[in-house]
């Protein structure tokens, strides 16, 4: 028994429905940065959705990859810039199969349709459900491209501050699913007059007319959703973009340039407070390999940062890779204190408290199935495995306990909470940029605008090439670096030990969000397995 048959409307004809999948690929990209139309991203899903609907499951599941692919492959060109074609197309086919399976599940509920109530959210889970598995899997998940992630200046980002980015998915794709009702119900191929036969009226139009109509409520109910601004200790912070000389995967053969690069930029920073009577920070942070030469082995290094520090004479956070030959190579963030203090007075400086990056990133950082992937690509080899750390990235830097993460860790959901539930009182992503491009940047710093929102902590983005920045609990941000040139940002921003709710569930939503959705597909197991009253020709 076909799905079409049971819900009494059968699929769109096969070049509409390839159509439809084929649109809504593009239609998801430019909800993300750098073209920002958040509400795209609901249109999509609709688009997707009634591509499938009525299908079988593996006409649903091609034509999700269809919508994945194209979504994806341009989506993640960034990767294709210094390391060639081939790794950019698998990890954005492996991406692809993930929406592939997810087009299988929505065509599975296509039986479900008849009751919107039901089919409605049931769509909404199943797209959350996906994200939760690729998240996870496989070698430990890769979520970029989330619903959420695309909604940085949408009403709808003010959910994450209630259920994290699970809840603003599931309410983007709710949205998507309600804009859907009625265009399934106006494209879709009758199968079976109704039994008096009379035509729809104006009571079946209204009906399917109220889905846009709730979907504008939901977008519109968000703005009435609480977000929780720090009120705590204002810190005056700074953050250093050194730049790099040349942008490309052999910027850590540059390592010593980088490192001076930020040295320098540091040095004048503290010259404006001392000579020029500029307002002196209170911690600097430095971004993500700004010292990729190993200051705890290499007493240039050392100096160097030493120097910095002095001269701007505040803790900074030092992105740093260490070379421990017990421990292997460290992707880590440094808190290094200056020798003397704000007064001239000597001090004991160097590193006081250290995070090592927890979830280096697969074949980038750590390469799985090495001797496969050297197949694939001649870079392999150019990627060690880093050591993972244990402990979540909590810091003390100056005044401040400051939660830490280190470049794509911020798209990991427990990886951020970990560092606020620890203590973190203001949030900083410490990055290098400079292997991709604005695009891949500007991804980042709408998922470092979601985390402040969601946790209700002022938030910084630190990256050696930009896009370096400030956000605010609110969503919002200030004084953006441009890319691919030196800058120094400062701002004051607010400490905050509170909760908020979405930090006290945790993932809790999130799992009544996948066991909805598995309930869904239970359910429309259930409806299938009815006897047809009324059996078309089709479905014999």
Not at 261 to 266: I, S
Not at 303 to 309: G, H, L, M, N, S
Request: hydrophobic letters at 50%; glycine letters at 10%; aromatic letters at 6%.
């Amino acid at each position: 028994m076909t799905a079409a048959g049971i819900a009494g409307r059968g699929p769109l004809p096969l070049w509409a429905a390839v159509l439809l999948a084929a649109v809504a690929g593009p239609v998801m990209l430019v909800a993300f940065p750098p073209y920002g139309w958040w509400w795209a991203a609901p249109v999509a899903v609709a688009l997707a959705a009634a591509s499938v609907h009525g299908r079988r499951l593996r006409a649903g599941f091609g034509l999700g990859a269809l919508t994945g692919a194209l979504y994806f492959t341009p989506l993640l060109s960034w990767t294709n810039l210094h390391t060639g074609m081939v790794p950019w197309l698998l990890l954005s086919a492996l991406q692809a199969l993930f929406i592939g399976l997810l087009g299988a599940a929505t065509a599975w509920i296509s039986p479900l349709r008849n009751r919107t109530w039901l089919w409605v959210p049931a769509l909404a889970a199943l797209w959350t459900a996906q994200e939760a598995l690729r998240d996870r899997a496989p070698f430990g998940g890769f979520p970029w491209g989330r619903l959420a992630f695309s909604q940085d200046t949408s009403p709808l980002l003010r959910l994450a501050a209630a259920g994290g980015a699970p809840l603003v998915t599931f309410a983007v794709a709710l949205t998507g699913a309600l804009l859907a009702v009625p265009f399934i119900r106006t494209t879709s191929t009758p199968q079976a007059a109704p039994a008096d036969g009379v035509t729809p009226g104006w009571d079946s139009r209204v009906k399917a007319l109220a889905g846009p109509v709730l979907a504008a409520v939901v977008v519109a109910g968000a703005l009435l959703v609480p977000v929780q601004r720090p009120a705590g200790t204002p810190v005056y912070v700074a953050v250093v973009q050194g730049n790099v000389p040349r942008l490309g995967l052999d910027f850590n053969e540059q390592r010593r340039a980088v490192l001076d690069n930020h040295v320098r930029a540091t040095v004048e920073l503290g010259r404006t407070v001392t000579q020029d009577g500029a307002r002196r920070p209170d911690l600097v942070v430095w971004p993500e390999n700004s010292s990729d030469i190993d200051p705890l082995r290499n007493p240039d290094a050392a100096a160097a940062i030493a120097t910095a520090a002095r001269a701007v004479g505040v803790p900074i956070l030092v992105g740093a890779v260490l070379t421990d030959p017990k421990v292997g190579v460290e992707n880590a963030g440094l808190v290094w204190e200056p020798d003397i203090d704000a007064n001239g007075n000597p001090r004991q400086g160097g590193v006081s408290a250290r995070y090592t990056k927890r979830h280096p990133v697969p074949f980038a950082e750590t390469m799985p199935l090495r001797d496969i992937a050297r197949m694939v690509s001649k870079e392999v080899d150019r990627v060690s495995d880093m050591t993972a750390g244990h402990t979540p990235g909590v810091l003390r830097v100056g005044p401040a306990t400051v939660g830490d993460v280190i470049c794509f860790e911020v798209a990991y959901d427990g990886l951020v909470r970990d560092t606020v539930t620890g203590g973190g009182q203001l949030l900083a992503v410490q990055t290098n940029n400079a292997t991709f491009d604005e695009a891949e940047a500007r991804q980042q710093l709408a998922m470092v605008r979601l985390r402040a929102v969601e946790h209700g902590r002022d938030a910084l983005m630190a990256s050696t090439v930009g896009i370096s920045a400030f956000a605010d609990a609110a969503g919002g941000t200030q004084q953006e670096t441009k890319f691919n040139e030196a800058a120094v940002i400062v701002a004051e921003l607010h400490l905050s030990s509170d909760r908020t709710l979405a930090t006290r569930l945790g993932a809790g939503p999130e799992y009544v969000i996948v066991m909805l959705g598995i309930a869904a597909l239970v359910a429309a197991a259930a409806v299938r397995r009815r006897p047809r009253q009324h059996p078309t020709k089709e479905d014999v």
